[in-house]
């Protein structure tokens, strides 16, 4: 009985102790309970134990042990940490949902001597350039790029919208996009997108050879604008830069040369990434209101390179609308030293602009792989700097294609993302909105082929039409991708006169722009306004047909146009122009100084116009028929043109040669925001009735507008032959922010400056019959230069901008004004 029963209880021992050596494998998700997004480098660790481990860059984590507690904690800076219960000797899923903290003060910790973390951040400084990616001579990778938008933070008032109301049935499956406890989000739009991207130093070039996409989003159609914005090219975030630039604002990096300046920084922990053992560094920007980052970054011990970081603009930044913006970046080593980064993750929470709207969600992702180091192609592979492939658009391909193409696959989540979208697409309310949207944005209606608009010119009213009406139409891409075709229909009711328009277009070549026009106008204008000059200020053109028009004219104008990109960055334009000039106002020339009989009311003028346009790195976009500029990165925008009059070519009355040259430039300026400079000269060698010399713009309005002289009367001045400089400044929050009392508010100074000096001929001035300009003012002169100075603060409720301006000189003219307030609304982030 004895042996029995000793034998029994070496079994229950025995079992006992299978029991405790039993495995106990916990894998799972840990993803934020705002956005869904995954969360990289969480602590996940067995309550009362030191067994654990963090998540991988997409949030996933698995832990095996043979010694684990009853309860699993997932915790991560900025994060409230949540515990959930763990089944003994069980592989199990086990996943998280953290909510962000609704505020974290640091913990500010004395301690004597250096603080541990600047030694390593001494040593990043001199590893710099051997880490950096742009210390390779090329490289070149596969990326498979997505983004995602949702509509978030939707309140009880915006449910209660009646569009919402309409769309319940959708939100009713909303939840499931957020997760079991998470928030619920409303998607608007997906993308995917596969590109082979490459870059080459000396000279900096990069092109981006956008392969293969796949777009469903609401108003989205022909997506080749889309197609170019949803790339690497967009998403390329390198901290190992002083200033990294996010939505055209420039943030100091916490590697900059000048890290101290800007940042706190703790020495947290060391921990082992894969097999790079890691310094973790947390920082902190010194003034929470400047354009800096906080977050984590982990430096690998034996480089001193950047491992994996973390960074987040909160909301206690100086930038409007904008709750949050996080970047998360995994880098690998390549064969030669310097790392690239293999996997980015950027999300951007855009809050409400009032309490019953939504707020906005967008979060992007980017994997590379097939990474090829040091194997530049000739400079003009590069020449594009975003290629689409023919075909690019992948809607037209399945799921199972798509599931090759993707680094990794879908999650359900982002399965039910597309099946969302497809619904809400084809509710008629919704369909109605975003027509209505597109016609607000575009400025068109687009009824099939052809575009009705635009609307901006629809209604008018001047002392000389009276009340003017306008129309029109132009054909789109669904037309035709080589041809376009528009007229225009106007008339007024005060002079009882139609005006009209007609013009053609023909795109000649896609991948070197080229592209002819011709046009034939019948219309009403004003002297001293450039309507080609100013063709992308389309509220200001529009502004220009009310009111009191001093100098007006009526005119015929038939005009052709040639353009052609001959190489990256340059591109030359040829154009043919005749036009009437039939005035409505006082005006007369003498075609014979000092024979009264040679006084003449009216003219006509033909000229031929070379322009040279240099850009060394414009980014441009082709969107349908058009192509849009989205600026230089680094270099000046200059523009070199030459008229010729053609005298006796149509009737012309007039030979001449006049020469300009103009440069733009933006001029960033770290802490002290950014400037933009334009240098403009002009010269006229011949004899010309005023309407056809240098105009300089005034503005009698009580509204700012960037390019004018805003404290200079209409036709105060004009000339043969001047220089101009026009500096605009933006402090950003630099000044305002370290004021206390002002910190809350936002606001922003900015500076101005427009310093103008010409002259006119006296034989130029001869001719004229009327003068254009009172008897008793002063004409522009070398030795005493037109200024204006200003100074003003802009984001006031976000919006308005107010500047006070003063005129310096010419004081003694008529109904000059010595000084302005000027006010202007915008928008600005």
Known sequence: ?????????????????????????????????????????????????????TTDFDGNYQIVTSNPTDSLIASYIGYKPRTKAVVKGREQTINFQLEEEVTRLREVVVVAGENPAFPILRNVIRNKERNDKRSLSAYEYD????????????????????????????????????????????????????????????????????????????GFEDGSLTSQLIGPTFQEYNFYKNWLTILE???????????????????????YIGEDYCYRIDFYPKNPQALAFTGTMWITKNEFALRQIEATIGKQANLNFIEKIKIQQELMPTEAGPWLPVKNRVLINIGEVRDDWAGMLAKFYTSNKNIVINKPKEPRFYEKQI????????????????NQLRHEPLSETEKTVYKMIDTLTNIPVVRTYVDIAKVIINGYKKVGKVDIGPYLRLFAWNDIEGFRIQSGFKTNYHFSRKWEFGAQLGYGFNDSRLKYSVYAMRILERKRWTVASIRYRHDLWRVGIDDEALADSYLFLAATRWGYFRRGYYFDELRFNFQRELITGVSQRVAFRYNTFRPVFDFGYYTNPGDLTSLQNQFERAEIVFESRISRDELFLQYDNERVSLGPQKWPIITLRYSRGLKGVMGSDFSYDKFRVSILKKLPMGPLGYGNITLTGEYTDDVLPYPLLSWHLGNETPFYTDFLYNLLNFGEFFSDRFVSLQYRHHFEGFILNSIPLMRRLHWRLTGYANVLAGSLSEANLAISDPLPFPPGNANLSWNRPYIELGYGVENIFRFIRVDFIHRLSYLENERARKFGVLFTAQFKL
């Open 1 to 53: 009985m004895n042996a029995v029963m000793r034998i029994f209880f070496l079994f229950l021992a025995f079992q006992a102790f299978l029991a405790g050596a039993q495995t106990t494998i916990v894998r799972g998700k840990v993803t934020d309970a705002s956005s869904g997004d995954p969360l990289p480098f969480v602590n996940i660790i067995f309550k009362g134990t030191s067994i654990g481990t």
């Open 143 to 218: 990326t498979y790029s997505k983004i995602e938008i949702d509509i978030d933070n939707m309140t009880e008032k915006f449910r209660n919208k009646k569009i919402m109301q309409k769309i319940t049935r959708v939100l009713d499956s909303v939840a499931v996009i957020a997760g079991e406890d998470g928030q619920p989000v409303l998607p608007i739009f997906i993308s995917e997108s596969i590109s082979r991207f490459y870059y080459r130093s000396n000279p900096d070039m990069k092109l981006e050879n956008i392969k293969e996409t796949k777009i469903s989003g609401l």
């Open 249 to 271: 604002k420039d943030f100091v990096s916490p590697i900059a040369d000048g890290w101290r300046l800007y940042y706190e920084y703790d020495l947290m922990d060391s921990v």
């Open 387 to 402: 290629l689409l492939d023919e075909g690019y658009i992948l809607n037209q391909y399945d799921d199972e294609h798509w």
